[in-house]
């Protein structure tokens, strides 16, 4: 993976995640942690909640991470598609925790989505630059 992605999300905690079902799209956004070896975020969220219903039923899924900014020179973002599942892996579990630790009193229910392609929009790097992974 290009290191300017890994960059990127480094420099983040939270994306927007994107869900759709049969009849409607739903976002949400939540705290991640990348595992760029395995190219996957790890998120957490309750298995009612709405978009995680919709990707128990379409696990393919989108999302987003921008960095905020009134810049037109500065502005960065990350989009993503790929497939999102149920995680009961104990280094997901412990990746999300070392980065988000008061999170272990919720006690909660873990995700992995395996990124299928990204594109990195880097107007530092000229005006309207997109990086591609993969490429």
Not at 14 to 36: G, K, R, S
Not at 64 to 83: D, N, P
Not at 118 to 129: A, C, E, I, Q, V
């Amino acid at each position: 993976m290009n290191e300017r992605f890994s960059a990127f999300i480094a420099k983040h905690h939270i994306l927007m995640l994107a869900t759709c079902n049969d009849t409607a799209p739903q976002c949400a956004t939540l705290f991640y942690v990348f595992d760029p070896k395995r190219a996957l975020f790890v998120v957490a969220s309750d298995p009612n909640s709405e978009h995680m219903r919709n990707a128990q039923s379409n696990p393919q899924v989108a999302g987003a991470i921008a960095l905020e900014t009134h810049a037109i020179g500065k502005i960065e973002g990350l989009q993503f598609k790929g497939v999102l599942e149920r995680s009961e892996e104990e280094v997901d579990a412990a990746l999300y925790f070392a980065a988000f630790a008061y999170a272990r009193v919720m006690r909660p229910t873990f995700w992995r989505l395996h990124v299928s392609s990204m594109k990195l929009t880097d107007n530092r790097l000229g005006f309207g630059t997109k990086l591609m992974w993969p490429s």
